[in-house]
């Protein structure tokens, strides 16, 4: 509906709709009112509106890592590192809302939480697509057998389905990989020049072969076996090689490569948007596991260790969702194979121009 020429605020925006969309169970007649429930039920909406955006910003950003041709220095991607942070921006207020749900106290719950079962925030087909979209893989996460049912307290077989869709679509993390993997700086038109700061040539790759020793030389004595993390996260030698942590979580050690050498030389004008998108997406697993911790505390203090109403163990459940559902811990761990600037090897002329970092 219009007034006069222009539009009207609440057609525009269907308030209508929206601000019709609360039925509180324990309102209806027969029971007894439940002030909280109202507010229970707008936080998830205003949760649901939120991951809606997310959605909207995370198909933008697989779309143009989707192309065969990612331009560095393109408008597209600078789209993407904007895009991403407001993803991030986002993220942290759904975080704050976590304070406001918990001026519910347990006793305001149990009030009408029977009412609610099986239905549970589990079932939040947004928060699926939002996790498939940015990589969490099925296999790695906690108790994946029973998180994706169609059986009381899972999904209808029309939310399964595009859930399951998602999933088998490249995710961001697996088009981040094969971005970072074509990324040209090695080939060995820009090392003929290169002068070997290590003529010990344990990696055929002059650059790697150096940074590997230099990095070698900056762990302490009880750090030594990094260096095998290194060797199998950058070098690809194979995983029974390593006794530390391999946190693959699906990268390949050519898009390692690239990636730890965006961060090493980020002060580049032309790695800028690269860096930073790379940093946003830890930032994004920053946040989503801080708003699963917080949630996770909140859930303790609602319901103890009784079962949720979606049907898992609860409390128990979320804490090992927490711990094992971040998606871009490789990235995330890059830090552990950083060396100080001033000890970075001076890249050669070839590359510096090639890359434009001069004229
Ligand atoms: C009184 C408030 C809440 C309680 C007691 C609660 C409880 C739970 C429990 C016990 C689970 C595990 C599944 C189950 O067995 O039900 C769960 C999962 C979940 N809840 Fe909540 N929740 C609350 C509020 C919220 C809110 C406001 C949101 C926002 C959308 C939300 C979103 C989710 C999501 C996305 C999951 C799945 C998490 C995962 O699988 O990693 N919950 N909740």
């Known amino acids: 509906m219009q007034t006069g020429n222009g539009q009207y605020y609440p057609s525009y925006l269907q308030l209508e709709k929206i601000l019709d969309a609360q039925t509180p169970l324990s309102f209806a007649e027969g029971q007894t ?12 909406q205003a949760y649901e509106l939120w991951f809606k955006q997310i959605l909207f910003e995370l198909e933008f950003v697989k779309k143009v890592f989707s192309k065969e041709k990612v331009d560095d220095n393109s408008e ?3 789209l993407c590192r904007h895009r991403l942070q407001r993803v991030v921006r986002i993220l942290e207020l759904l975080n704050q809302q976590i304070t406001v749900l918990n001026t519910m106290t347990p006793l305001d719950f149990l009030e009408f939480r029977n009412l609610l079962t099986p239905a549970s925030g589990f079932q939040s087909k947004q928060f699926r697509l939002i996790e498939a979209t940015l990589g969490l893989q099925m296999e790695k996460r906690h108790q994946h ?18 859930i399951e869709s998602a999933e088998h679509t490249q995710s961001i993390l697996q088009l981040v990989n094969q971005w970072l993997e074509r990324m040209p700086f ?11 700061l290590n003529n010990d040539k344990k990696v055929p790759h002059a650059f790697w072969n150096d940074y590997r020793s230099l990095y070698e030389m900056s762990l302490a004595e009880k750090e030594l076996h990094k260096l095998k993390d290194f060797d199998n996260q950058f070098l690809g030698l194979s995983a029974e090689q390593v006794i530390g942590d391999k946190t693959n979580n699906g990268m390949s050690d050519a898009a390692m ?11 580049f004008p032309v790695f800028q948007t690269s860096f930073q998108i790379l940093d946003t997406l830890i930032e994004i697993d920053h946040w989503l596991s801080g708003w699963r911790h917080k949630h996770y ?17 609860g409390a128990g459940y979320l804490d090992g969702a927490v711990q094992q559902h971040y998606i871009f811990k ?3 761990s890059l830090s552990t194979y950083l060396i100080e600037r001033r000890k970075l090897p001076k890249l050669p002329e070839e590359l510096v121009r090639a890359l434009g970092f001069v004229s």
């Open 330 to 332: 490789e990235l995330a």
């Open 33 to 44: 009112p439940a002030h909280d429930e109202m507010l229970f039920i707008i936080i998830h």
């Open 145 to 162: 057998d029973y998180y994706k049912r169609t059986n009381e307290g899972g999904f209808t077989q029309n939310d399964f389905q595009q």
């Open 297 to 313: 505390v909140m859930v303790r203090r609602m319901i103890g260790m009784r079962v949720g109403t979606g049907n898992t163990t």
């Open 257 to 267: 490569r690239g990636a730890l050498f965006i961060m090493l030389y980020r002060d």
């Open 76 to 78: 597209d991607l600078n």
């Open 186 to 196: 090695f080939d060995e038109k820009f090392w003929n020049n290169y002068q070997p």
